[in-house]
C-alpha cells in the first residue's frame, strides 16, 4: 500500500524552529521529485518547496526563501523540511506530495492540481 506520512508539526513561537518529516511506504520515493505544500486556514493549498529525485535540485517559494530548507535521505525514504525563523504567517498544515508525470523545477512543480499521492498533513502553529 503505497503511503506518505508526515510528522514533526507542533505548536512553536515566532522566530523558532520545526523540521517535518515525510516517510513513504509502498514505493520508493527516490524515483520521484517531492513537494511540500501547505494550505492556512480559509486559504488556498501553496506550494513550499519541491526537491529532485537526486536531491540535487531544490526550489522554493518566495515566502520561505532563506528560512525552509528542503532535504532527503533516499536510504531512508524520506524527506525533510527544516523550518527556521518561523513566522505567524506560516500557520498551516503542511502536506508533502509526489507528482508521478513531473519533476521539481517544471512548470507544474508548485501546483497542488499535478501531484498525485499526498500525506495526511501535519499541523504547524506558530505563535506567541
Known amino acids: 500500500q503505497l503511503q506518505l506520512v508526515e510528522s514533526g508539526g507542533d505548536l512553536v513561537q515566532p522566530g523558532g524552529s520545526l523540521r517535518l518529516s515525510c516517510a513513504a511506504s509502498g514505493f520508493t520515493l527516490d524515483n520521484y521529485a517531492v513537494g511540500w505544500f501547505r494550505q492556512a486556514r480559509g486559504k488556498e493549498r501553496e506550494g513550499v518547496s519541491c526537491i529532485s529525485s537526486s536531491g540535487g535540485s531544490t526550489n522554493y517559494a518566495n515566502s520561505v526563501k532563506g528560512r525552509f530548507t528542503i532535504s532527503r535521505d533516499n536510504a531512508k525514504n524520506t524527506v525533510y523540511l527544516q523550518m527556521n525563523s518561523l513566522k505567524a504567517e506560516d500557520t498551516a498544515v503542511y502536506y508533502c506530495?509526489?507528482?508521478?508525470?513531473?519533476?521539481?523545477?517544471?512548470?507544474?512543480?508548485?501546483?497542488?492540481?499535478?501531484?498525485?499521492?499526498w500525506g495526511q498533513g501535519t499541523q504547524v502553529t506558530v505563535s506567541s
Open positions: 506530495a509526489v507528482d508521478e508525470t513531473h519533476w521539481c523545477g517544471s512548470y507544474y512543480q508548485f501546483n497542488p492540481s499535478s501531484y498525485d499521492y
